[in-house]
């Protein structure tokens, strides 16, 4: 249209391709500690950003069903790549996954954890937001480096 609407008034945006799109802080990409994440640490840390949505943070998925059909071909690296996210404090793990047929699910923790039924007990009061700023902290991340997985059994 002319003015720049579409059918239902809102505003169209002619500056970016249409559809969603995935609004990441600068305070996590500027972070010590995202810089010390692998490539495919940073690579799943994207997976879980494209899934958020209004009001679903801590019910996001990082199972290996739901990411091979997305180009992830190796459940080792979906699973190191997970417990680098998790050990750097970038998602919370909400719900405990179990075989068989259980999936976890994950919150990111540049945002508040949506409330929904079915979290594992403690999980509310255990999420943090913005844990990721205080791990570069606590393990003192150079602004470049190693993995994190490897500056945390250094420390050991």
């Known amino acids: 249209m002319a003015n720049g609407r579409n059918k239902t008034g809102r505003r169209i945006d002619t500056q970016r391709d249409p559809g969603g799109f995935v609004a990441l802080p600068w305070s ?15 690579a799943l840390l994207l997976e879980f950003a494209r899934q958020l949505g209004r009001d ?18 190796s459940r080792d ?10 050990a750097a404090e970038f ?6 996954g179990q075989r068989p047929n259980r999936a976890g699910w994950y919150a990111v923790t540049w945002r508040t954890l949506d409330r929904h039924p079915g979290y594992d007990i403690g999980t509310v009061e ?29 420390s050991l």
């Open 28 to 42: 996590v990409l500027d972070c010590p500690a995202y810089a010390a994440l692998s490539h495919p640490a940073r």
């Open 56 to 73: 679903n943070n801590g019910r996001l998925l990082g199972s290996a069903s739901y990411l091979e059909p997305r180009g992830w071909k």
């Open 77 to 86: 690296v979906i699973t190191r790549a997970k417990r680098e996210l998790l």
């Open 91 to 96: 998602i919370f793990e909400t719900v405990k």
């Open 126 to 154: 255990g999420f943090r937001r913005g844990a990721y700023r205080h791990t570069a902290e606590v393990l003192h991340l150079p602004a470049r480096g190693p993995p994190l997985a490897q500056l945390k059994n250094a």
